[in-house]
């Protein structure tokens, strides 16, 4: 049973430039949800896809966006990027509807801005 | 806005001792998750409580869910250098009860467990 899988494992990448992180859901979810984690900090929610749609978003600018595709696989994007945007980005799975809000997170794409 | 004040934020302890980390907010939310996350990985699911009141046990691991649904604890019995890492507590939904949506996470404790 496969889990969730995140690429690319390590990103560096300069002010100003645009960048993709990509994510596979565990086998049989539809859901995906981003989080960006800080250095020592819990995991803030980006937004949610959903039947190829953005479903919930949380309080991050109109430069992060992204994308489902039909085999619920999804794409972050993130444009003009900042020194601050350097986290951990986190992909998680669920199956809709998901009364008890269990996600299943990947291992991460650890995103580096100089 | 939802939020979830976790702590203490550092546990530093020796193998065999009993520890407890606490999850409070003045939100209620439909339920609760916690993680454990190791450096350089995503966080692993541990355990999810819905109802009010409900202690769950994973092994050395309780976890019990406040009957208003506002706060959470996880308790360690005999901690073992194994359990080192970092524990996030997350909530999911509200008073409303929708089925999807975000989880909002605590700030973490990070755990030692020194041999």
């Known amino acids: 049973d496969a889990g969730v899988t995140q690429s690319p494992t390590h990103l560096i990448k300069t002010r100003g430039q645009q960048v993709t992180l990509r994510c596979s859901p565990k086998s049989g979810h539809d859901t995906v949800s981003w989080y960006q984690q800080a250095l020592g900090q819990g995991p803030q929610f980006i937004f949610q896809y959903y039947e190829e749609e953005e479903r919930q978003r949380g309080n991050f600018p109109d430069r992060f966006s992204g994308h489902q595709f039909p085999n619920y696989s999804s794409e972050l994007n993130v444009n003009a990027l900042l020194l601050g945007d350097s986290a951990l980005y986190l992909c998680?799975?669920?199956?809709?509807?998901?009364?008890?809000?269990?996600?299943?997170f990947g291992p991460g794409t650890r995103l580096t801005v100089t | 806005t939802q939020l979830l004040e976790q702590s203490p934020q550092f546990l530093s302890i020796q193998e065999g001792e009993n520890l407890t980390v606490y999850c409070n907010s003045s939100?209620?939310?439909?339920?609760l998750q916690w993680y454990r996350q190791e450096p350089g990985e995503g966080p692993v699911l541990l355990v999810t409580?819905?109802?009010?009141?409900e202690v769950k046990k994973l092994k050395r691991l309780t976890f019990q869910f406040g009957d208003a649904r506002k706060d959470s604890s996880l308790h360690i019995t005999a901690a073992q250098p194994g359990d080192t890492g970092l524990y996030l507590c997350?909530?999911?939904?509200?008073?409303?009860?929708?089925?999807?949506?975000?989880?909002?996470f605590g700030q973490g404790t990070i755990l030692t467990v020194h041999p």
């Open positions: 998680a799975s669920s199956l809709d509807p998901t009364p008890t809000y269990e996600q299943y």
């Open positions: 939100s209620v939310f439909s339920s």
């Open positions: 997350a909530g999911g939904g509200d008073a409303g009860g929708t089925s999807y949506g975000k989880l909002t």
């Open positions: 409580v819905v109802t009010g009141g």
